[in-house]
């Protein structure tokens, strides 16, 4: 059963530069649940990042609220908007913003050491969640010595240690070979069967398979249909 996570009204973000003003997200009214997984798409500069980090609490919009579990994020500081990110979200990025000195196993404990876990905890649940994602053999390695799917693999089990109810991607599979990105694919479903809400960023529309719910924005502006697809090319 969903439950609602994250809901937008009326949101708007506008960006000034000089005297000029960008609209790089348009009113917007939405909601993101659980067990769901949700595709952002959009072709490049079309605001689709803007609402991602406006769903993460990365960002503040220049009007509307924002709600995370029907409890108002807007009026939060930054430092309490820093810790429900902590605690809540989980993301997953494009060039996987690995720890290059740190092998797959301390990358994956980083969050749960930020929020003072005792090591051993952390170690115990790092290795659970890279069992999760398929790498027990790979948690000495480090990113180095791992393939662009692995290194994804590694982002995504460290993006679920913390147990988030949401798990934000920013074009996950931009980096990786059509089998890889199928394997990354996958695994982001059967969390989002599991009960996470999954919302992915991407302008790849052959990912649409994968979803629950696809939905576009051009121009800024928020629709459920798509208008030129030669425009995702």
């Known amino acids: 059963m969903s439950t609602e996570i994250v809901r937008l009204e009326a949101v708007e973000k506008i960006y000034q530069t000089g005297e000029n003003y960008i609209t790089a997200l348009d009113t917007t009214d939405l909601v993101f649940e659980s067990n769901k997984l949700t595709l952002i798409m959009g072709p490049s500069g079309s605001g689709k990042t803007t609402l991602l980090s406006i769903v993460g609490c990365i960002i503040y919009p220049t009007k509307g609220k924002v709600f995370y579990k029907d409890k108002e994020v807007t009026k939060l500081s930054e430092d309490e908007l820093a810790d429900l990110r902590l605690h809540e979200v989980g993301f ?132 459920n249909t798509i208008k030129n697809e030669e425009d995702y090319k």
């Open 92 to 223: 997953v990025f494009q060039q996987f913003n690995l720890i290059e000195p740190l092998n797959a196993l301390e990358n994956v404990a980083q969050p749960l050491i930020l929020r003072n876990i005792p090591k051993k905890e952390a170690k115990e649940r790092a290795e659970g969640a890279l069992k999760a994602v398929g790498l027990e053999d790979r948690m000495g390695n480090l990113p180095k010595k791992l393939s662009g799917g692995q290194k994804q693999r590694v982002a995504i089990a460290r993006a679920l240690v913390g147990n988030p109810s949401m798990i934000l991607c920013d074009e996950p599979t931009a980096s990786l070979d059509a089998k890889s990105a199928g394997i990354i694919m996958q695994e982001l479903k059967e969390l989002a069967e599991e009960g996470k809400a999954v919302i992915i960023v991407t302008h790849d529309l052959r990912l649409r398979k994968y979803a629950d719910r696809v939905i576009y924005v051009e121009e800024g502006k928020v629709s």
